[in-house]
């Protein structure tokens, strides 16, 4: 993950629900053990705990991770580097957001928050047993701090996501009260929640906005105990942490350590599972899930699978185009590709019909635009009529569905009117720009071995039409570059979708952060309707003027075709070696949560990893080769 919101959305996804339409009380503001968007807080002020968390859970074991790719920072809040994951959980935020209510946040390194009646102010009173690993108190100068650093050396988005906090004051050491330019931004509380709490003495001798792997003071659960760059990173969990009794965290954190291993290349991370390097793994390969768990563990049951229903957003994803880029200004050029782009061959042949199509920039949640527009969603659009597609009022997006090789032709013949119409032709068996002659050809820009094969698929479907493109995939390092550079045509990535949308939606698609490095515009959308319809969005006073107004912008970003949309599902396939328990009631809106886990010494026990037959004398060194060409020849299977 590669900054604050991606690790909130991990936690927060898909925790979508739809609640009375309650505006944020207009009352007399109070101290309060926490912060709702929506109507009022699920849990009372007495609670002890969440509901999916076993306040009893037994502490200890080891947790191991498998990841693909590389880290070479401890730094996820800053746009240099490739950060490694697990280090967001050493470190403590003012609020906690909980996984089975969107919008609402608990005590956590503050003990109170207190919104102003009128939405001008909020105000975190700072948990007196607060403290770094090191013993040394968190205060309001490290909050401070940390606010006024990310706006001004973090990645880009936070100067859109904090842009409507005014000032920020010390009341006094434990007190920290942030102003507001607005008074209708109902999710700036919320938002300022997130706040990771860092030391500030610790960063008066350490740059923040350069890689490194060295920790500084951890505020959260766990502290860094070994980082080698590219191979292993294993966190440990703090003795005597300060927070482990605080309700929001009760019955969470529960293993002794977890340890992340990575690996290069997704073959060699899943032969490291079977062989039990690591426990847990979350299957998004389909290939894998429909014909590989055949191994000695699987059929022993050591190793379990699982698929955990689930209402997670899937997220924006897709092929997205650079729209900065000439040869995708044109709308109907951005359609004409997505028309060809042959899903259906693709999901059964590559993916054993396990997927489904994606019709809304925010999949599986409320906020995805379906069927035609209602008459809540027409008044938002009508004063825009002039501005937007026509079908954005009169037409339900779709996508084709193409069976037979006819379907794919007469696809492939609306393509080429489109592009006719945006001025091209082919000459030759290549599509050429009428007036300057110059080919229609793009790069496709992937950093995973697995996506080359419907990429290929994708570029013969363009092979077709006389466009030439090229599948460039690129290791980990190199990806992120380009993509904070922008230096692409056309990129296979996606953005984690808030439960309560907000803010973030300015950094994801307007126009004010489309030529910024470091942004998640990726499509370099510039649409003043889509600026103007994030704005009400924002300021939406309740949830379903907030729905309709997302809705809104979901069908204006359809129809202007900024890329084409990927897959998801409302599952979440899960393998794991069977060493663990969590609680049998698990987080509403978000499945599977590894800080609920706890090491299981019963079962573990009872896992007996049976030692290889010991090799005639003689053949030791041939058993050793020839399992490396077989698992040589599984890679390239």
């Not at 996820?76 to 957001?97: N, R, S």
């Not at 350490?206 to 959260?220: K, R, Y």
Request: with cysteine.
């Amino acid at each position: 993950m590669k900054k604050l919101f991606w690790t909130l959305c991990l936690l927060w996804a898909g925790m979508m629900t739809t609640f009375a339409d309650n505006p944020p009380s207009t009352g007399a503001s109070a101290q309060t053990h926490g912060f709702s968007a929506f109507g009022e807080l699920k849990y009372p002020e007495d609670f002890t705990h969440y509901e999916y968390a076993n306040p009893d859970a037994p502490k200890g074991g080891t947790l191991r991770l498998g990841r693909q790719g590389t880290f070479d920072s401890l730094n996820v809040y800053i746009v240099k580097g490739v950060p490694a994951g697990l280090i967001t959980l050493t470190t403590a935020t003012l609020l906690d957001e909980a996984h089975d209510r969107p919008g609402e946040s608990y005590a956590y390194a503050a003990e109170s928050v207190e919104v102003a009646a009128d939405n001008s102010s909020v105000t975190f009173r700072l948990n007196p047993k607060a403290k770094f690993n090191n013993g040394e108190p968190i205060t309001a100068d490290d909050v401070i701090w940390v606010f006024e650093t990310l706006k001004t050396k973090g990645q880009p988005m936070f100067r859109t996501y904090y842009k409507n906090i005014d000032k920020v004051e010390k009341l006094d050491d434990r007190t920290i009260k942030f102003s507001f330019n607005t008074t209708t931004n109902r999710e700036l509380p919320g938002i300022l929640g997130q706040l990771p709490i860092f030391s500030k003495k610790y960063y008066e001798t350490h740059p923040f906005d350069e890689t490194s792997l060295q920790a500084g003071p951890a505020s959260g659960p766990y502290e860094v105990e070994t980082a080698s760059a590219g191979h292993t990173f294993t966190i440990k969990r703090v003795k005597n942490w300060w927070g482990a009794d605080i309700p929001s965290q009760k019955g969470r954190h529960n293993f002794d350590r977890i340890r992340a291993d990575y690996y290069m290349e997704a073959n060699a991370l899943f032969e490291g599972f079977k062989s039990g390097q690591y426990d847990l793994r979350a299957e998004n390969i389909a290939k894998n899930w429909a014909t590989a768990y055949t191994f000695p563990a699987f059929q022993k049951n050591h190793v379990k699978r699982t698929e955990i229903k689930t209402s997670l957003s899937g997220g924006t994803v897709g092929l997205i185009f650079n729209t900065r880029r000439p040869v995708f200004a044109d709308s109907r050029v951005r359609k004409a590709l997505t028309l060809v782009f042959d899903f259906p061959w693709i999901n059964k042949h590559l993916f054993y019909g396990l997927y489904k199509r994606n019709l809304s920039y925010y999949p599986n949640s409320d906020y995805a635009a379906k069927g035609l527009p209602t008459d809540d969603e027409k008044a938002i659009l009508l004063p825009f009529q002039d501005k937007i597609p026509p079908e954005v009022l009169t037409q339900a997006f779709s996508l084709p569905e193409p069976q037979n090789e006819t379907d794919l032709r007469a696809l492939q013949e609306q393509a080429q009117n489109l592009l006719k119409e945006a001025g091209y032709e082919v000459k030759d068996a290549i599509m050429v720009n009428t007036k300057t002659g110059q080919p229609l050809t793009f790069e496709i820009l992937i950093n995973d071995k697995s996506a080359e094969k419907f990429m290929l698929n994708f570029a013969l479907s363009l092979k077709r039409l006389g466009i030439q493109t090229s599948v460039r995939n690129l290791d980990p390092a190199a990806y992120e570059l380009r993509i904070n550079t922008l230096d692409f045509d056309m990129v296979h990535n996606g953005i984690l979708q808030s439960p309560s949308l907000g803010n973030e939606q300015r950094d994801y698609f307007g126009s004010e952060r489309a030529g910024t490095t470091g942004t998640r515009n990726l499509a370099g959308i510039k649409n003043p309707v889509a600026d103007q319809l994030i704005e009400q969005l924002i300021n939406a006073r309740d949830y379903k003027t907030l729905t309709d107004t997302a809705k809104a912008l979901d069908r204006v970003l359809l129809w202007n075709y900024y890329m084409i949309p990927a897959w998801h599902d409302d599952v979440m396939r899960v393998a794991y070696w069977d060493r663990f328990s969590w609680p049998e009631i698990s987080p509403k809106y978000l499945g599977l949560d590894i800080t609920t886990w706890w090491f299981d010494r019963d079962k573990d026990a009872k896992i007996n990893l049976e030692p290889e037959p010991k090799q005639p004398e003689g053949q030791e060194t041939l058993s050793f080769w020839a399992k490396i060409w077989a698992k040589i020849k599984g890679w390239f299977s």
